[in-house]
């Protein structure tokens, strides 16, 4: 009979932020079940949606979580734009798409560099995380901030973009894109990256769809879907880019997405500074009937679901955020069992679980038979170890 | 002396190892932290190392309002780490509570629950949300300088 | 402009529905609202999510004061179609059915509705705490208006 082990996953690896409390149900090498517990970041955000007055709520959650934290104020204040029927300035759409591509192109880049160290390219985090930085200063000038732009608010955008401005974010992007392409030409040709990443975590595009994964993740199996398209907003029908989706739904195909998506988020910015329209960048909005209504956009890591409820009171009487990471964590239970733990982190890691957005816990759990367990830090060692075997091989 | 000359003056006296423990951060304020390893910020070569475990810890970096799951285990790993240890409360969730003062699952602020274990903690505040790397590298700076 | 396709899913899930008695209200073009009675609920929920192939998003719990309600989202990702399908109880009887039989996805978020509000899912799989603390009091429930934490 073989032992059944328990490897909880956390806690605080330093190079990986968030708490969170995966329990991996292992027999010998070899992932058999898998269980989740959140509560760790729960901090009740909803809760203070609530207390406050609609103009008071993008600033709150914005906070919900810092990567994508241009994505839940965008969604709010479009559903309390659907509430109010309020017709925002074309300008203020094209300012709400450069702020949230700006967005993307970090947020991938970030999540590139982790997944590097995951594996033991650390060459890659330092790159991705250095290439990160002209992202991260465009926004600065923009908005002000690297983090938490205070931009999106119900009727418009507050912020505007001078012709400085929109040169100087055009600059930053030139400082990206070349890096990047030579990246992308070089990951996809590194035969260590092919063995290592290619064929793990599989996640079936049956199993994507019946868990309702949403973003890279889905599109990675194949998914068509990316609420920019589907459901457009902001400025992305007068602009054009692709819905970038790939074949065989492993680790190896949700870099492939997020790398292109990041070019992709390039080439609409370069339009969406081209093209912006003159005019006003906000509506007044007086007051928010009562009513319901929905924002979703397409965050980073897939689709933020917001849904809110007005009774006519001063602020949301029902606020409801459903970051894209809720939907997209279950999927680890479908792409890890079956893996060898070696591979558990890079699988977890493709998800770009952002455990802020699902409020996730870490705890460490000990064993039925109470023997020491491995830590996160053991598991990112065991994938390193294993990248070295397959260059040693490849080299050889 | 510049903030930059007394960072390289401990980082000659001291190499501090600092642990990283988010106790419901929203990120950006952890995000930041990875930030100053990385090139542009680099504090390797200013000798800060982060340590693996709190044991080998010479400050904790806190982020995040402790919410009420994350409270007990905030204070365990303060119990583990090695004494004299600064307390970095990062960010505004850490120094205060942020925008989180009224949330049903707030059970700090993070002062005040390490110093129920340890009343002669030392606390340092770097607020910001979040605050910027060179906020963080000053703060630092300046709180190693002082002791 | 509205999609040509866009009616005919409506038309679709509408027809689909069939005899159900369900109250719809289409205050958009792409949203669609469907308050059904809770004993209807698993019959309508079958026919977005199996026979219609919706995409569950996730679903929001709120305290009207009487009653709770609980709506469920459910998209339609080729035209950009959110149907919301509402269902409320009387505070007194605060029990739902489950939908996680035919909605495997749905499992997380009636978790957290019953911590968070009190809501008992019947037939839920799987009915532990799931985003509050360990030490959270039973019988807390944050959302609920009377609730003073």
Partial sequence: MTHRTIIPIGPYHPLQEEAEFFQLFVEGETVVDMDVRLSYNHRGIEGVSMKRTWDQVPYAVERVCGICSASHPLAYVQAVEEICGAKVPERALYIRTIVNELERIHSHLLWFGLAGHFIGFNTVFMWAWRYREPSLDALEVVSGSRINYANHTVGGSRLDLDPEKVKYVSEKLDEIERPLDMFITTALEDPVLSLRLKGVGVLTPEAARLLGAVGPTARASGLPIDVRRDDPYAAYDRVDWDVITATHGDVFDKAVVRLLETKEAIRILRQALRDLPDGPIQTPVKEIPPGEGVGHVEAPRGETFHFVKSNGGPGPERHKIRAPSYINIPTFKATCIGQPIADVTITLAAIDPCYSCTERMLVVRDADSGKELMDFGDLVRLSQQKTEQIRKFVLS | ?147 | MVPENLEEVVQRVKALAGDLPVQWTRPLPRRLYASVAKQNARSLAKVLFKDSGARFATATGTDLGEELEVVYHFEYDTVGLVVNMRIRTPKGDPVLPSLVPVVPPADWIEREINDLLGVVFEGHPDPRRLILADDWPQGVYPLRRDQKT
């Fill in chain 2, 1 to 147: 002396m510049t903030v930059l000359d007394r960072v390289k003056l401990w980082g000659l006296k001291k190499s501090p190892w600092v642990y990283h423990v988010n106790t419901g951060a929203c990120n950006n304020c952890d995000i930041e932290v990875l930030e100053l390893l990385t090139p542009r910020f680099d504090v390797e070569r200013l000798g800060v190392v982060l340590a693996a475990s709190p044991r080998h810890a010479d400050a904790l970096l806190v982020t995040g309002i402790c919410t009420r799951q994350a409270r007990p285990r905030l204070q365990e790993i303060y119990r583990q780490a090695a004494k004299p240890c600064l307390v970095v409360c990062l960010g505004a969730c850490a120094c205060t509570s942020g925008i989180f003062y009224d949330a049903w699952h707030f059970a700090g602020p993070v002062d005040k629950v390490v110093r129920e274990v340890d009343p002669d903690a030392k606390i340092i505040y770097i607020p910001g949300c979040p605050p910027k790397p060179e906020a963080m590298i000053a703060g630092i700076a300046k709180a190693l300088g002082d002791l």
